[in-house]
């Protein structure tokens, strides 16, 4: 019983709120609240979408995607997202928040190199 209720716990200190709470602070993102959530823009273009309270969506840019396929598809956290260019993550716990942040870095580098 002890294992679930440290579970549910690290559910609400992990997800996607905690990552949003700290994304504010990162000088290349501004917040942009929406009709479906919270979502960040860099340079004007939204990279970071999210609308549940573990579920996020990040701007990787197909050619990041198709680079990194293998990678992203043995994660098995990130699956394709709504649009091209895409994925959805699933942020339930530290290390999901760890890998989320992380390929938020990464979506700000190749969309800044888009432009």
Do not use: Y
């Not at 396929?69 to 649009?83: E, F, I, K, M, N």
């Not at 699933?90 to 190199?113: C, M, P, Y």
């Amino acid at each position: 019983m002890a294992v679930l209720s440290t579970r549910a716990s690290r559910h609400s200190t992990e997800g996607v709120a905690n990552v949003a709470a700290q994304l504010i602070g990162w000088p290349d993102l501004a917040l942009k609240r929406t009709r479906r959530g919270l979502g960040f823009r860099s340079g004007g273009r939204e990279i970071v979408r999210m609308s549940g309270d573990h579920t996020a969506e990040l701007l990787l840019t197909t050619d990041v995607i198709d680079r990194w396929a293998r990678v992203l598809t043995d994660c098995r956290r990130v699956t394709p997202g709504a649009d091209a260019g895409w994925v959805a993550m699933t942020i339930e716990g530290r290390a999901d928040a760890e890998l989320f942040l992380s390929l938020v870095s990464v979506a700000i580098k190749v969309n800044q190199g888009s432009r």
